[in-house]
């Protein structure tokens, strides 16, 4: 992961800086609350590490920026105070989790796996090919005027399918995508997926969506 941590204080600095290397990560270290808003707003990094006590503009302030512009980073912030209100505020302005200090190295790794792992929010982006639109936030599936209810797989295979309109998805990657590296999925439960999802999409008389490339996948476009 690429972490960018801000943090005045030199030795705590370094400490992480180390550990977290020494765990394989990347970091990016900022001094004061500005630059580290600056470092956090210009760059996608996977994950924050904020102390509150900063100079310039405090971690809380931070928080509220960044999450007030939509940056979903996730964000562990270190507190020197044990003090609840202290702890609640960071929450409340939108940070994932915090550590007192001192604290043992291996804590704050675990509670910045645990934020990462949630990994940042991204906005959902509604996809649209031809008529057919699904909506991420919602779930909702629509070919034009009318509402298509999916199952979990159905509803996956399509999102996939849409997210890449217009170009051949191979079998293969749909199969690891839908149902997981580790499954043993046959080719023709596939094929029996798709054909349940076009007995939805691609209703008489509209135009077909799903085509079947032989031998290759499955590609959804505009016939
Ligand atoms: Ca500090």
């Not at 972490?3 to 550990?19: C, F, K, P, T, Y």
């Not at 609640?88 to 291996?106: E, H, I, M, S, T």
Request: glycine share 8%; charged share 25%; with cysteine.
């Amino acid at each position: 992961m690429q972490v960018l941590v801000v943090e005045d204080e030199q030795r705590m600095a370094d400490l992480l800086r180390q550990g977290l290397e020494e765990e394989g990560h990347s970091v990016v270290l900022a001094a004061d609350g500005r630059d580290g808003l600056a470092m956090a707003e210009s760059h996608p990094f996977d994950a924050i590490v904020l102390d509150v006590m900063l100079p310039g503009l405090d971690g809380f302030s931070v928080v509220r920026k960044l999450r007030a512009a939509r940056n979903q980073t996730p964000i562990l912030m270190l507190t020197a105070r044990d003090a609840t209100p202290d702890i609640v505020q960071g929450l409340n302005v939108g940070a994932d989790d915090y550590v007192v200090k001192p604290f043992a190295f291996a804590v704050l790794l675990a509670r910045l796996r645990a934020v990462s792992r949630r990994g940042p929010i991204p906005e959902p982006v509604p996809l649209q090919v031809a008529n057919l639109t699904l909506n991420p936030a919602s779930r909702e599936v629509m070919r034009g005027r009318r509402r298509i209810g999916l199952t979990r797989t159905e509803y996956s295979l399509l999102e996939l399918l849409m997210k890449r309109a217009g170009r051949v998805v191979p079998r293969e990657h749909l199969i690891e995508s839908v149902w997981g590296f580790d499954a043993e999925v046959r080719s023709n439960t596939l094929d029996a997926f798709i054909r349940l999802l076009r007995d939805k999409v691609d209703t008489v008389g509209e135009a077909k969506l799903i085509q079947t490339v032989r031998g290759v996948g499955y590609c959804l476009r505009e016939s």
